[in-house]
């Protein structure tokens, strides 16, 4: 009953209009932090994954958080309504919450990455994060959130692992299973969330970002998200006031650390081969990426990539990855589909 009125209450903000986002909802490592963060700087805030688990209720903390930067915000702004960016992994929005996104929302951008470079670097993440001294001394730092978070992951656990049993059959690595179903579970969202953010919001109102194509082209990347800025009222840069959903997005921390260096898109450069073919990559890894590839394609290949025409309009630089020129260079998901089988899968 609680939050569902605190959620109410920034809904009622939304509805008159003294309330307006711009949401980042990317799948795990996808560059959603600093997408967030280049269009959040010409806003009047920025907060970092309120629907993070790390409470006993979610839904209260994800609605006080997002409260709470509209009160900092609203005291700077004065008369006109509030607009803030907010980032946020598309495993952890709930429907209620996603519902309020929708109600709010001046635009929607949806991030989305390579899974043979995305989960692997989602599994190192796990690694690092679910050390025990990273453990440890998290919750030395920050018992009564990281007991929630765990909290919640061990109640979710058995999920992403039946998710990670139907694509990959039994007989898996406990934890190993657990981040593919985690990866599953956010990949799967997305895809529901961009159908539902479609219809409600219309194409001029959201767009699809590949993490690969805005590193190639990061200049554009960063007039685009500028653009949509603009267009949701945002001014000048440098006064937005940033608030985390967790400990993991405070100032000091190594994550916030990583996600703020250099406050910009780092360029892409070399040859990264064919997807899969990193030798380096365990062969679990791999087969997660495999069966992640169908979505990523039909994502890429998504009306609401305009990044993918903007890119064939402008020509891939030489120094281009050879998997991401098979992608720009193929008409569609399936003709991609058939070059990669060909090669690599």
């Known amino acids: 009953m609680g939050a569902s ?9 939304a509805d008159s209009g003294e309330l307006r986002l711009v949401y980042v909802l990317g799948v795990p490592r996808s560059n959603s932090t600093v997408v967030c963060r280049l269009i959040g700087e010409r806003l009047d805030g920025i907060v970092y994954e ?7 209720s979610p839904l209260r903390h ?25 980032k946020d992994l598309d495993g952890f929005v709930t429907d209620e919450m996603f519902d309020f996104i929708l109600a709010a929302a001046e635009y929607i ?8 470079a995305q989960h692997p670097s989602l599994s190192r993440q796990f690694v690092e ?6 453990r440890i001394r998290s919750t030395l730092r920050h018992p009564i959130e990281q007991n929630f978070f765990l909290w919640h992951m061990t ?30 579970a956010s990949w799967r969202a997305q895809a529901r969330h961009i159908e539902s953010a479609r219809r409600v919001l219309g194409e001029e109102g959201v767009t699809i970002l590949d993490a690969g194509l805005s590193r190639l082209f990061p200049q554009e990347t960063g007039e685009e998200l500028a653009g949509i800025a603009r267009s949701a009222g945002g001014g000048g840069a440098g006064s937005a006031t940033e608030i985390a959903g967790h400990s ?23 040859s990264d081969g064919t997807p899969f073919s990193d030798p380096d990559a365990n062969e679990f890894a791999r087969r997660v990426s495999a069966t992640l590839y169908p979505q990523y394609l039909e994502s890429f290949y998504d009306p609401l990539h305009r990044q993918l025409r903007s890119a064939r309009e402008a020509g891939l630089p030489d120094r281009s990855p050879h998997s991401l020129r098979q992608l720009v260079e193929a008409g569609n998901s399936a003709e991609a589909g058939r070059r ?6």
């Open 5 to 13: 009125r605190d959620i109410a209450e920034i809904k009622m903000l």
């Open 50 to 56: 309120p629907a993070m688990p790390s409470s006993a």
């Open 62 to 86: 994800y609605a006080r958080l997002i409260r709470q930067a509209y009160d900092v915000a609203k005291a700077k702004t004065g008369d006109r309504g509030v607009v803030l960016a907010v």
């Open 155 to 184: 109640n979710w656990m058995p999920r992403f692992w039946q998710m990670a049993h139907e694509e990959l059959g039994s007989g898996q690595q406990p934890l190993r299973a657990a981040v593919a179903g985690f990866n599953y």
């Open 109 to 116: 951008v949806f991030t989305i990455r390579d899974p043979a």
């Open 340 to 345: 990669l089988k060909a090669t690599a899968i």
């Open 248 to 270: 993991r997005m405070e100032r000091d921390s190594h994550w916030a650390g990583e996600a703020r260096a250099g406050g910009k898109l780092k360029p892409l450069g070399g």
């Open 129 to 134: 994060e679910f050390s025990l001294l990273y």
